[in-house]
Protein backbone atom coordinates (compact mmCIF):
# COMPACT_ATOMS: atom_id res chain seq x y z
CA UNK A 1 0.00 0.00 0.00
CA UNK A 2 0.99 3.46 -0.71
CA UNK A 3 1.63 6.01 2.35
CA UNK A 4 0.90 9.65 0.86
CA UNK A 5 1.79 12.54 2.50
CA UNK A 6 -0.17 16.34 2.15
CA UNK A 7 2.87 18.19 2.54
CA UNK A 8 4.22 16.45 -1.24
CA UNK A 9 2.60 16.35 -4.67
CA UNK A 10 0.40 13.25 -5.15
CA UNK A 11 1.22 10.85 -8.00
CA UNK A 12 -0.81 11.56 -11.10
CA UNK A 13 -1.99 7.96 -10.88
CA UNK A 14 -4.09 8.67 -7.33
CA UNK A 15 -5.43 11.59 -8.91
CA UNK A 16 -9.23 11.59 -9.19
CA UNK A 17 -9.43 9.09 -6.41
CA UNK A 18 -12.15 8.33 -4.18
CA UNK A 19 -11.12 9.66 -0.48
CA UNK A 20 -12.64 8.36 3.06
CA UNK A 21 -12.30 11.55 5.42
CA UNK A 22 -11.95 11.46 8.85
CA UNK A 23 -9.67 10.22 11.82
CA UNK A 24 -10.13 7.28 11.93
CA UNK A 25 -8.43 6.64 15.28
CA UNK A 26 -9.38 2.72 16.01
CA UNK A 27 -11.00 1.84 13.04
CA UNK A 28 -13.65 0.82 14.29
CA UNK A 29 -16.90 -0.51 13.14
CA UNK A 30 -18.24 3.03 12.15
CA UNK A 31 -14.93 3.64 10.81
CA UNK A 32 -15.37 0.89 8.66
CA UNK A 33 -18.67 1.42 7.61
CA UNK A 34 -17.41 4.55 5.92
CA UNK A 35 -13.82 3.11 4.83
CA UNK A 36 -15.96 0.40 3.10
CA UNK A 37 -18.22 2.77 1.34
CA UNK A 38 -15.68 4.71 -0.45
CA UNK A 39 -14.12 1.32 -1.44
CA UNK A 40 -16.83 0.21 -2.88
CA UNK A 41 -17.84 3.80 -4.87
CA UNK A 42 -14.00 3.58 -6.04
CA UNK A 43 -14.41 -0.03 -7.47
CA UNK A 44 -17.72 1.06 -9.27
CA UNK A 45 -15.81 4.25 -10.71
CA UNK A 46 -12.49 1.99 -11.44
CA UNK A 47 -10.51 4.82 -9.43
CA UNK A 48 -8.13 4.57 -6.48
CA UNK A 49 -9.73 4.32 -3.16
CA UNK A 50 -7.83 6.38 -0.73
CA UNK A 51 -7.80 6.90 3.16
CA UNK A 52 -7.25 9.69 4.87
CA UNK A 53 -6.36 10.24 8.39
CA UNK A 54 -5.27 13.14 10.59
CA UNK A 55 -1.95 13.49 12.17
CA UNK A 56 -1.65 14.66 14.94
CA UNK A 57 -5.45 14.16 15.65
CA UNK A 58 -6.48 17.76 15.83
CA UNK A 59 -6.90 17.20 19.81
CA UNK A 60 -3.42 16.95 20.36
CA UNK A 61 -3.04 20.88 18.41
CA UNK A 62 -5.66 22.25 20.24
CA UNK A 63 -5.03 20.38 23.73
CA UNK A 64 -1.06 19.73 23.77
CA UNK A 65 -1.55 18.55 27.57
CA UNK A 66 -4.52 16.30 26.97
CA UNK A 67 -3.34 12.56 28.58
CA UNK A 68 -2.59 10.17 25.83
CA UNK A 69 -5.36 8.73 24.20
CA UNK A 70 -4.56 7.50 20.72
CA UNK A 71 -5.79 4.08 19.71
CA UNK A 72 -3.54 3.33 16.74
CA UNK A 73 -0.42 4.55 15.12
CA UNK A 74 -0.30 5.43 11.60
CA UNK A 75 1.59 2.19 10.74
CA UNK A 76 -1.24 0.25 12.46
CA UNK A 77 -4.09 2.30 10.81
CA UNK A 78 -2.41 1.42 7.19
CA UNK A 79 -2.18 -2.07 7.77
CA UNK A 80 -5.79 -1.63 8.68
CA UNK A 81 -6.50 0.48 5.72
CA UNK A 82 -4.43 -1.90 3.88
CA UNK A 83 -6.45 -4.74 4.80
CA UNK A 84 -9.85 -3.23 4.29
CA UNK A 85 -8.91 -2.79 0.72
CA UNK A 86 -7.76 0.68 0.12
CA UNK A 87 -5.21 1.20 -2.71
CA UNK A 88 -3.33 4.56 -0.49
CA UNK A 89 -3.28 5.56 2.84
CA UNK A 90 -3.15 9.60 3.03
CA UNK A 91 -2.06 11.46 5.81
CA UNK A 92 -3.07 14.97 6.60
CA UNK A 93 -0.46 16.69 9.18
CA UNK A 94 -2.86 18.69 10.91
CA UNK A 95 -0.81 22.03 11.91
CA UNK A 96 -2.19 25.71 12.45
CA UNK A 97 -1.90 26.37 8.51
CA UNK A 98 -4.36 23.79 8.14
CA UNK A 99 -6.54 24.40 10.88
CA UNK A 100 -6.94 28.22 10.36
CA UNK A 101 -8.26 27.46 6.84
CA UNK A 102 -11.96 28.48 5.96
CA UNK A 103 -13.97 25.30 5.03
CA UNK A 104 -14.56 25.97 1.29
CA UNK A 105 -10.98 27.30 1.30
CA UNK A 106 -10.14 23.32 2.61
CA UNK A 107 -12.16 22.26 0.37
CA UNK A 108 -11.28 23.69 -3.03
CA UNK A 109 -7.39 23.68 -2.32
CA UNK A 110 -7.01 20.50 -0.49
CA UNK A 111 -9.53 17.91 -2.17
CA UNK A 112 -9.62 19.57 -5.53
CA UNK A 113 -6.35 21.46 -6.55
CA UNK A 114 -3.95 19.37 -4.91
CA UNK A 115 -6.03 15.91 -4.00
CA UNK A 116 -7.87 15.95 -7.45
CA UNK A 117 -10.45 13.79 -5.77
CA UNK A 118 -13.02 12.62 -7.52
CA UNK A 119 -15.50 11.70 -4.56
CA UNK A 120 -15.21 12.28 -1.08
CA UNK A 121 -16.86 9.91 1.63
CA UNK A 122 -17.42 11.05 5.95
CA UNK A 123 -19.49 10.19 8.51
CA UNK A 124 -22.72 12.05 8.84
CA UNK A 125 -21.32 14.44 11.30
CA UNK A 126 -17.60 15.04 10.26
CA UNK A 127 -16.75 18.57 10.45
CA UNK A 128 -13.52 20.58 8.86
CA UNK A 129 -12.16 23.54 8.49
CA UNK A 130 -11.62 26.93 10.86
CA UNK A 131 -13.85 26.96 13.67
CA UNK A 132 -15.50 23.18 12.41
CA UNK A 133 -17.51 25.42 10.01
CA UNK A 134 -17.44 22.90 7.44
CA UNK A 135 -19.59 20.03 7.08
CA UNK A 136 -20.66 17.09 4.84
CA UNK A 137 -23.38 20.08 3.19
CA UNK A 138 -20.48 22.44 2.52
CA UNK A 139 -18.17 20.06 1.11
CA UNK A 140 -21.16 19.02 -1.59
CA UNK A 141 -21.81 22.55 -2.14
CA UNK A 142 -18.15 23.98 -2.22
CA UNK A 143 -17.17 20.83 -4.32
CA UNK A 144 -19.56 20.99 -7.06
CA UNK A 145 -17.70 23.89 -8.60
CA UNK A 146 -15.35 21.37 -10.02
CA UNK A 147 -16.62 17.87 -10.00
CA UNK A 148 -16.08 16.35 -6.52
CA UNK A 149 -19.37 14.51 -5.21
CA UNK A 150 -19.47 13.89 -1.80
CA UNK A 151 -21.33 10.47 0.21
CA UNK A 152 -22.10 10.53 4.03
CA UNK A 153 -22.24 7.04 5.98
CA UNK A 154 -24.72 7.27 9.19
CA UNK A 155 -23.26 5.95 12.56
CA UNK A 156 -23.57 2.15 13.24
CA UNK A 157 -25.08 1.30 16.48
CA UNK A 158 -24.93 -1.81 18.60
CA UNK A 159 -27.82 -2.64 21.29
CA UNK A 160 -25.76 -0.12 23.72
CA UNK A 161 -26.16 3.04 21.08
CA UNK A 162 -23.35 4.77 18.71
CA UNK A 163 -20.42 3.04 18.57
CA UNK A 164 -17.90 5.29 18.45
CA UNK A 165 -14.27 5.82 19.87
CA UNK A 166 -14.77 7.09 22.89
CA UNK A 167 -17.10 4.50 23.98
CA UNK A 168 -13.52 2.13 23.27
CA UNK A 169 -11.53 4.36 25.20
CA UNK A 170 -14.22 4.40 28.16
CA UNK A 171 -13.88 0.40 28.24
CA UNK A 172 -10.36 0.18 28.55
CA UNK A 173 -10.28 2.16 31.05
CA UNK A 174 -12.68 -0.26 32.57
CA UNK A 175 -10.43 -3.36 31.28
CA UNK A 176 -13.13 -4.69 29.60
CA UNK A 177 -11.27 -5.88 27.07
CA UNK A 178 -13.99 -7.95 25.47
CA UNK A 179 -16.31 -4.79 24.83
CA UNK A 180 -13.63 -2.74 23.22
CA UNK A 181 -12.54 -5.91 20.78
CA UNK A 182 -16.54 -6.18 19.92
CA UNK A 183 -16.56 -2.82 19.03
CA UNK A 184 -13.32 -2.73 17.43
CA UNK A 185 -13.59 -5.99 15.53
CA UNK A 186 -10.30 -7.05 17.25
CA UNK A 187 -8.55 -6.57 20.22
CA UNK A 188 -7.35 -3.46 21.09
CA UNK A 189 -3.04 -3.76 20.71
CA UNK A 190 -0.36 -2.05 21.03
CA UNK A 191 2.55 -1.91 18.97
CA UNK A 192 6.24 -0.64 19.67
CA UNK A 193 9.65 -1.45 20.32
CA UNK A 194 11.09 -4.10 23.15
CA UNK A 195 13.02 -1.81 25.19
CA UNK A 196 15.51 -3.00 27.72
CA UNK A 197 14.49 -2.80 31.72
CA UNK A 198 16.01 -3.54 35.53
CA UNK A 199 15.47 -7.77 33.70
CA UNK A 200 13.87 -8.00 36.91
CA UNK A 201 11.46 -10.55 35.22
CA UNK A 202 14.38 -12.95 34.14
CA UNK A 203 15.45 -13.29 37.73
CA UNK A 204 12.21 -14.79 38.77
CA UNK A 205 11.50 -17.11 35.79
CA UNK A 206 9.73 -14.47 34.02
CA UNK A 207 11.43 -11.87 31.42
CA UNK A 208 9.18 -9.77 29.69
CA UNK A 209 9.16 -7.86 26.03
CA UNK A 210 9.30 -4.22 27.60
CA UNK A 211 7.17 -1.52 25.73
CA UNK A 212 6.77 1.90 26.38
CA UNK A 213 2.98 2.99 25.69
CA UNK A 214 3.92 6.15 24.13
CA UNK A 215 0.62 8.13 22.59
CA UNK A 216 -1.74 5.10 23.18
CA UNK A 217 -4.64 5.38 25.76
CA UNK A 218 -3.65 3.40 28.94
CA UNK A 219 -5.51 0.22 29.37
CA UNK A 220 -6.73 -0.42 32.67
CA UNK A 221 -3.73 -0.75 35.14
CA UNK A 222 -3.17 -4.44 36.03
CA UNK A 223 -2.40 -8.04 34.54
CA UNK A 224 -3.79 -9.25 31.06
CA UNK A 225 -4.05 -12.11 28.99
CA UNK A 226 -2.98 -11.13 25.78
CA UNK A 227 -1.10 -12.23 22.35
CA UNK A 228 2.03 -10.87 20.79
CA UNK A 229 2.54 -10.66 16.73
CA UNK A 230 6.35 -11.67 17.01
CA UNK A 231 9.17 -9.61 14.49
CA UNK A 232 8.61 -13.43 12.39
CA UNK A 233 4.89 -13.18 12.24
CA UNK A 234 4.39 -15.53 14.74
CA UNK A 235 1.51 -15.10 17.47
CA UNK A 236 2.22 -16.23 21.08
CA UNK A 237 -0.01 -16.03 24.25
CA UNK A 238 1.54 -14.77 27.02
CA UNK A 239 0.21 -12.55 30.53
CA UNK A 240 1.48 -8.97 30.59
CA UNK A 241 1.86 -6.52 33.26
CA UNK A 242 0.23 -2.82 32.38
CA UNK A 243 1.32 -0.13 34.91
CA UNK A 244 3.83 0.66 37.16
CA UNK A 245 4.95 -2.11 39.31
CA UNK A 246 4.36 -0.92 43.00
CA UNK A 247 6.17 -3.80 44.09
CA UNK A 248 8.99 -2.53 42.64
CA UNK A 249 10.80 0.58 43.27
CA UNK A 250 10.46 3.26 41.60
CA UNK A 251 7.65 3.34 40.01
CA UNK A 252 8.19 2.88 36.06
CA UNK A 253 5.09 2.94 33.66
CA UNK A 254 5.64 -0.12 31.03
CA UNK A 255 4.17 -2.65 29.05
CA UNK A 256 5.62 -5.99 30.18
CA UNK A 257 4.32 -8.89 28.49
CA UNK A 258 5.59 -12.28 29.27
CA UNK A 259 5.12 -14.90 26.57
CA UNK A 260 4.75 -18.78 27.15
CA UNK A 261 7.16 -21.12 26.14
CA UNK A 262 8.97 -17.87 24.03
CA UNK A 263 13.33 -17.76 24.64
CA UNK A 264 15.17 -15.60 22.36
CA UNK A 265 15.95 -12.27 22.06
CA UNK A 266 13.87 -9.16 21.54
CA UNK A 267 15.72 -6.22 22.28
CA UNK A 268 15.30 -3.76 19.36
CA UNK A 269 12.40 -5.25 17.25
CA UNK A 270 9.18 -4.25 16.95
CA UNK A 271 6.01 -6.52 18.38
CA UNK A 272 2.52 -5.89 18.93
CA UNK A 273 0.98 -7.38 22.19
CA UNK A 274 -3.28 -7.72 21.32
CA UNK A 275 -4.88 -7.06 25.07
CA UNK A 276 -7.63 -10.08 25.01
CA UNK A 277 -9.00 -10.14 28.77
CA UNK A 278 -8.49 -8.05 32.16
CA UNK A 279 -6.99 -10.54 35.04
CA UNK A 280 -6.77 -8.56 37.63
CA UNK A 281 -5.76 -4.91 38.86
CA UNK A 282 -2.04 -4.44 39.94
CA UNK A 283 -0.90 -5.14 43.30
CA UNK A 284 1.62 -4.83 46.21
CA UNK A 285 3.19 -7.73 47.52
CA UNK A 286 5.00 -7.96 50.63
CA UNK A 287 7.42 -10.38 49.43
CA UNK A 288 8.87 -11.65 45.88
CA UNK A 289 7.30 -15.46 47.04
CA UNK A 290 4.17 -13.74 47.07
CA UNK A 291 4.38 -12.08 43.77
CA UNK A 292 6.21 -15.07 42.04
CA UNK A 293 3.08 -17.18 43.29
CA UNK A 294 0.36 -14.75 41.77
CA UNK A 295 2.24 -14.41 38.62
CA UNK A 296 1.82 -18.29 38.18
CA UNK A 297 -1.69 -18.19 39.16
CA UNK A 298 -2.18 -15.46 36.27
CA UNK A 299 0.21 -17.29 33.85
CA UNK A 300 -2.24 -20.38 34.29
CA UNK A 301 -5.35 -18.35 34.06
CA UNK A 302 -4.30 -16.63 30.51
CA UNK A 303 -3.30 -20.00 29.25
CA UNK A 304 -6.84 -21.36 29.96
CA UNK A 305 -8.54 -17.92 28.47
CA UNK A 306 -5.77 -18.27 25.70
CA UNK A 307 -5.91 -22.35 24.85
CA UNK A 308 -8.22 -21.19 21.40
CA UNK A 309 -5.05 -19.37 19.93
CA UNK A 310 -1.91 -21.15 18.73
Not at 55 to 79: E, I, N, S, Y
Not at 185 to 196: D, E, I, K
Request: aromatic share 8%; hydrophobic share 40%.
Amino acid sequence: MIRLDNREAIPESMRGAILALGNFDGFHQGHQAVVGEAIRWARERGRPAIVATFDPHPVRLFKPDAPAFRLTTLDQRQDLFEAAGADAMLVLHFDRAMASMEAADWVEQVLGRQLGCAGVVTGEDFTFGKGRGGNPRVLCEVGAGFGLEGRTVGPVHDAEGVISSSRIRDALKLGECETAARLLTRPFAARGVVQHGGKLGRTIGFPTANINMNNYLRPRYGIYAVTGRMPDGRILPGAANMGVRPTFEPPIELLEPYFFDFSGDLYGQEIEVAFHHFLRPEAKFDSLDALVAQMRRDCDRARELLSHIG
